[in-house]
């Protein structure tokens, strides 16, 4: 019944051998509020007035927020190299282009984008202005804080470690320069109407996030991303996951490092993108090899 | 009524139970002509509440002219004083229609009836008793004048003064009418000469009275009295003389006010015994006494007097006057109080920094920076304050280091120091003091940043958010971005700086999707003064918010730009947002009621229709309020079953929203309310509201 109610409030499906995993962390919090019974914290959930306060908090315990700094590093770097240049080649109005990162835990992973963006010579807000979302609220504030552990930095180099954060008492702070260039928020993807404020956007990360979700409920967050995309936007998933059975809005594209999904423009040539791509990548900042 | 329950009434009020008899007072209201009387009589029960009671009912009365009838038959009752006076409490009450009554029976051969006319009339303050009042001056009775100098003087009318002055100043008079002519004139302002005022200042009585009119005159000889007054041996006259003199100074012109100063100090240099008696008084006295004192000793402008006049305004009370008289004293405060300093309680350092702010001078700045580090909080607190007012660029590194000090101060509670640092930065910063000081500051700010706790990041982002400085804007974002909600929140209020934002900045917005109810409320406040094209969709969302709390701000903010709206299609939409938010949980729901309320028109109260089905009576009391103001007659009809609704206020408000509208097909449901009503303030209610409607 915990596994239903998390479901239909955001979407995170445990299938039937990581139900022991729910049990687990729902135990947990019986045994914090002394509610006495599985039961009575079911009953608090749905009709206490503290229940969705409640709820989010279980969300908070549930999900899973393991990641680190440049993770799928070759992804981020089509993201820089290829879409962003081609984006901007393609843009008709002025103004930075619009990055979401949909379910973005303790914030590695928009702080990489805009690190990456420094060493590329980009210029994060003139450029691109980057939107991270989660719904825990817990992993927000580790992300506004952007205080790390050495496990975040596995995939870094230390000179970049070096370079963009300060390290006190074992544990390294990332510096002003890339942080002030992300604005977090606290958004449940299954329910849209929080993601309107973001207004419409050229780039969406949901990376290794959906994988947690049943069927429906990752039709209905594919379906708010085809929304919110502009036409000719880019989808970028983890590498595990794809829109197999789930959307036939979005094209699977090809690039030098990576393969992505993209929204088809409204009346471009199918296919035509890519050639753009490659020509605007020419002109938009140095490149450098995935690594 | 029937019969029968006359008769239960008629019993009641002779019941030995007070409680039984005041019950039946407030039943009386159901009769009708036999009412009068027997409410009339009630006037001389023994018991206080019965009393109470019935002059409260025949103050609602709606028959005035029968009312004034018996109430002033009832003055010359003889025999009951304590119905005699209740007559005069309900007359007092009844007010201006029973002025012809009043002036008819103060030509009464009965000289009491005669006196508590005059009472009743002084408590009435009706210019048209003037003339009659002026007539009883030459009453054969000494109470009957001596009342009708005291009713002139409360009834304010300056013909009256002349013929005051003659009372008062015949010296047949019999001293205590005197004094009350006297008084009389005092409550006038009126002005007479010394020589006019010479026996009455020769009366130990009568002489505090007549110093009090020698204060208002321009007469110069008024002053030499005064000044004679000073070394009286009547300590009430002296004080009277010191007050008299205040009020002639705060009239004089600079070089008189300076030369009468000179003169008072003279005075008290050729060993006047009045300093010391004022600095005894100052312990002991009335407040009132202890304000005139204050200023008095001021006015010596002596260095010793320093230190007892502060000591004096350690009470709140006096602390005002106190400084005033203080900062008066200019550079020989600001040295003594810097010499004193060591030795001043703590209570009294922090009032010492005010005056130290209004010297300017520059041993104050230095003694002000010196205590920011004060161990008394209080003292500290002062001291921000005032260099608010007198700090310069100099005094902004000594701030922010006290900004992190009690940022970091775990022992204590620093919110109101942080908040008080943090104005008086942002007061020097945007001062006159041109653009470096901004500068400086902004640098200071930005370099506490990264090691800030909490409370000094909320502070900084206060600051930071209204200096014109590019550091400032990039620590702006980030502070936007802090990991505390206090200091996100600070961040966005920031932004709603006057003049309004242009349009919704992108930071603003994501705010609106802040993980802290608290962030998501300060940006709806802020979006309210936006002009941005997506300002309403953006409150829409918000309306659907999770938190009550925020939604009832999102819909606060709908009513605020639906009042900016010109019309068409915004204020519609805004209406529809509102009536929708109607249907919402109760914070919501009123702070919808109460928006539609501020927009006013008939659309508004059409909608908060739907308010009256609600069970909560903070929400129907809203309602009630917002259809009393713009509903039609159709919408005021809705309102007629809630003057008998299960909660006590909700009864209230409908019962006087209908009186206010002058709805008559309201008095029968009323009537039959009050039948029934138990409660004191909603019968109170009900009666002033038949009253209205029948009247």
């Keep these: ?291 | 009524m029937d019969l029968r329950e006359r008769d239960v009434i008629r019993e009641d009020l002779r019941s030995p139970d007070e409680e039984v008899r005041r019950l039946a007072v407030e039943r009386l209201a159901a009769l009708d002509s036999e009412a009068l009387e027997l409410l009339v009589a009630r006037l001389g029960d023994p018991s206080w509440r019965v009393r109470k009671a019935a002059v409260a009912r025949l103050v609602a009365s709606p028959r005035s002219e029968l009312v004034a009838e018996v109430l002033v038959a009832a003055l010359s009752d003889g025999d009951d004083p304590g119905r005699r006076n209740a007559a005069v409490e309900a007359l007092v009450g009844c007010g201006a229609t029973v002025v012809p009554r009043l002036l008819e029976a103060s030509k009464s051969g009965d000289v009491d009836v005669r006196k508590l006319a005059v009472d009743a009339l002084a408590g009435i303050r009706d210019v048209r008793a003037v003339a009659r009042l002026l007539e009883m001056l030459g009453d054969p009775d000494p109470n009957v004048r001596g009342a009708a100098a005291d009713a002139l003087g409360t009834t304010g009318h300056v013909a009256s003064v002349p013929a005051l002055a003659a009372l008062a100043t015949r010296d047949a008079e019999q001293p205590l009418v005197r004094l009350s002519a006297l008084r009389a004139l005092v409550q006038l302002d009126a002005v007479l000469d010394a020589a006019a005022l010479d026996s009455a200042c020769g009366d130990p009585l009568l002489r505090p009275a007549a110093f009090a009119l020698l204060g208002r005159s321009e007469d110069a000889a008024a002053a030499e009295v005064l000044l004679k007054g000073l070394g009286g041996a009547s300590r009430s006259a002296r004080e009277a003389a010191i007050e008299a003199l205040l009020r002639s100074l705060a009239r004089a012109e600079p070089s008189g006010a300076e030369r009468l100063v000179e003169r008072v100090r003279e005075l008290v240099a050729a060993g006047s015994r009045v300093e010391q008696d004022a600095l005894e008084r100052l312990a002991e006295g009335e407040l009132s006494l202890q304000l005139v004192l204050i200023q008095f000793l001021g006015l010596l402008g002596r260095r010793e007097l320093v230190v007892p006049i502060l000591l004096a305004g350690r009470d709140e009370a006096l602390a005002e006057v106190a400084t005033g008289a203080l900062e008066a004293m200019g550079g020989a405060a600001e040295e003594t109080l810097d010499e004193a300093w060591p030795g001043l309680p703590v209570a009294a350092r922090a009032l010492a920094c005010r005056v130290l702010a209004a010297s300017r001078g520059p041993r104050a700045h230095r003694r002000l920076l010196q205590a920011l580090d004060d161990p008394d909080p209080e003292c500290r607190v002062a001291a921000v304050r005032a260099l608010a007012g007198v700090g310069s660029a100099e005094a902004l590194p000594a701030l922010v280091r006290r900004l992190a000090a009690a940022g970091g101060d775990p022992e204590w509670d620093a919110d109101g120091e942080l908040e008080a640092i943090g104005s008086t930065l942002l007061a020097i910063a945007s001062g006159a003091r041109g653009a470096s000081a901004t500068a400086a500051l902004s640098d200071l700010l930005v370099a506490r940043l990264p090691s800030a706790g909490e409370e000094e990041r909320v502070q900084i982002a206060r600051v930071l958010a209204r200096l014109e400085a590019p550091e400032a804007r990039v620590s702006m974002d980030l502070l936007l971005a802090d990991p505390s909600p206090a200091v996100r929140r600070t961040a966005v209020e920031a932004l709603a700086r006057e003049p309004a934002p242009a349009g919704a900045p992108e930071s603003l917005r994501i705010a609106l999707a802040d993980e802290s109810a608290l962030v998501r409320i300060a940006a709806a406040g802020v979006l309210a003064r936006s002009d941005a094209p997506t300002v309403l969709d953006d409150l829409a969302c918000l309306a659907r918010d999770e938190d009550a709390r925020v939604r009832a701000a999102a819909v606060r903010a709908v009513a605020a730009r639906a009042a900016e709206a010109a019309g068409g299609a915004v204020r519609e939409r805004c209406f529809a947002l509102l009536g929708a938010a109607l249907e919402d949980e109760g914070a919501v729901a009123l702070a919808a009621v109460e928006g539609l309320a501020g927009l006013g028109g008939g659309e508004s109260a059409r909608r908060t229709l739907v308010a009256l089905e609600r069970g909560d009576a903070e929400i129907l009391r809203a309602a009630l309020r917002c259809i009393g103001l713009h509903g039609d007659a159709e919408c005021l009809e809705r309102i007629l079953p809630l003057v008998s609704h299960r909660e006590w206020s909700v009864r209230a408000e409908a019962t006087q929203v209908l009186a206010e509208r002058g709805v008559a097909r309201a008095i029968p449901p009323i009537l039959r309310r009050l039948e029934t009503e138990q409660d004191d303030f909603v019968r109170s209610v009900i009666l002033r509201a038949l009253a209205r409607l029948e009247g």
């Excluded at chain 1, 590093?73 to 240049?85: D, G, V, Y």
């Excluded at chain 1, 952007?146 to 870094?156: H, I």
């Excluded at chain 1, 260039?181 to 290794?208: E, Q, T, W």
């Design chain 1, 1 to 291: 019944m915990f596994s239903d109610l998390l479901r239909d409030h955001c979407g995170l499906w445990f299938s039937p051998d990581l139900r022991y995993l729910l049990e687990k962390r729902v135990a947990s919090r019986v045994r914090q509020l002394g509610v006495g019974s599985f039961a009575a914290y079911h009953y608090l959930l749905r009709h206490a007035a503290t229940g969705d306060e409640e709820l989010a908090q279980l969300v908070d315990e549930v999900t899973t927020n393991e990641t680190y700094f440049l993770r799928e590093r070759n992804q981020l770097s089509a993201l820089l190299h290829e879409i962003l240049p081609e984006l901007a080649a393609r843009r008709r109005t002025p103004g930075p282009l619009q990055i979401w990162c949909a379910g973005c835990s303790t914030g590695e992973e928009p702080y990489s984008i805009v690190l990456l963006a420094l060493e590329a010579g980009l210029h994060p807000g003139r450029d691109f202005r980057l939107y991270a979302s989660d719904i825990d609220r817990t992993v927000l504030r580790r992300a506004r804080a952007g205080v790390y552990r050495a496990a975040s930095f596995r995939e870094m180099e230390r000179r970049l470690q070096a370079q963009y954060f300060v390290e006190k008492d074992g544990a390294w702070r990332i510096s002003d320069e890339v942080k002030r260039h992300v604005c977090f928020a606290h958004m449940n993807l299954l329910k849209p109407s929080r993601a309107g404020l973001l207004g419409p956007l050229d780039v969406i990360l949901c990376r290794n996030v959906i994988i947690y979700f049943d069927l429906e409920s990752k039709r209905r967050v594919i379906g708010t991303f085809a929304e919110k995309l502009r036409p000719g936007g880019y989808l970028l998933l983890g590498h595990s996951e794809s829109l197999i059975q789930l959307s036939s809005a979005f094209q699977l594209r090809h690039l030098r490092s990576d393969l992505v999904y993209r929204k088809p423009g409204l009346d471009e040539p199918r296919d035509a993108w890519h050639a753009l791509a490659r020509e605007a990548a020419s002109s938009f900042g140095p490149e450098e090899d995935a690594a």
